[in-house]
């Protein structure tokens, strides 16, 4: 239990079976392997405009989907990223190990400031947040999909980086990619992962969406015009909806395939309506306990807080000394 991991989630949506499938089932195999922290970042929400009561909401949301999807707040640390100070303090003194030009390479950087007139300067700087995020608590791995490679290589970096000019400090923390057999997809648009930012709900199957709501999505979802089942290609709509049943059933997509090739397309998406529902339905239950109970709540965010802020101590003081400053005192640290 000495190797520490470190995930977090942007609270911009509501959290999606994409989100569930994909990650956050690894998630409760790692609680048993690693010290674990997983954090809802909000601060990262607030590097474009946002809309304040939307942002609490989902934060909490987010923080209660952690817990009914089976995360154990006695064992892991639970917390949102606002509640800890040191990671917005630890960013600012990264900036000075962050080279700009590696900021702008950023895959996701530049897919965002294509699509927008208003580049923020926390839309170009919020990996060296991430980096904060990761090295505040000496962590030893990232779970990440593929597209967020990029940005551990850049924390990797910045960690070298700083423990080059200042003296050991940082963990080099290594990716982690999480083997759940498949990506779950857009129902509309399966060229792309499903994003629980996506502004068209009837791309995502979202965890708290009714089982009325999950039948429609689906039975609304691209599949192909061969009508065989050609799951050989990723972006055809019908080897999502495969995936998305394999990974429900935890079975594999042949076993999908030889099922429903001879039953057709329909005949998947009502069982896959209901195989959805099911595993939807004891995360929703939970969820409701949780957020009717403003005691637990409180109890939730207050005790991950502290600890949260206990672990980073020892690093930021660190930090402080090594840089100089004045709020790392002037003996050892």
Known sequence: MGRVLFSGTRPSGSLTIGNYLGAMTQWKKYEADYESLFCVVDLHVVSEPTRPDELRDRTLEALCLYVACGLDPD?????????NPHHAELA????????????TRMTQFKDKSRKTSH??????????LMASDILLYQTDVVPVGDDQVQHVELCRGIAKRFNSDYGTVFTIPESLTPSSGGRV????DPSRKMDKSDTNARNTIKLLDSAEEVRTKLRKAKTDSTGRFPVDDPDEGIT??????????????QSVVDEYRPRGYEA???????AVTEVLTPIQRRYAELRDDEEILRRLMRTGAERAVEKSEKTIRSVRHACGLAAGGFGAA
């Open 92 to 103: 600012w003194i990264l900036f000075g190990s962050t080279a700009y030009g590696d900021l």
């Open 240 to 253: 999502n909806l495969v995936v998305l049943m394999a990974l429900t059933r935890d079975t594999s997509v």
């Open 268 to 274: 998947l998406k009502t069982d896959l309506a209901d």
């Open 75 to 83: 064992r892991s640390i639970i917390f949102a990223q606002s509640q």
């Open 119 to 128: 580049i923020t300067a926390g839309l170009l700087s919020y990996p060296v």
């Open 185 to 188: 997809r857009s129902l509309g």
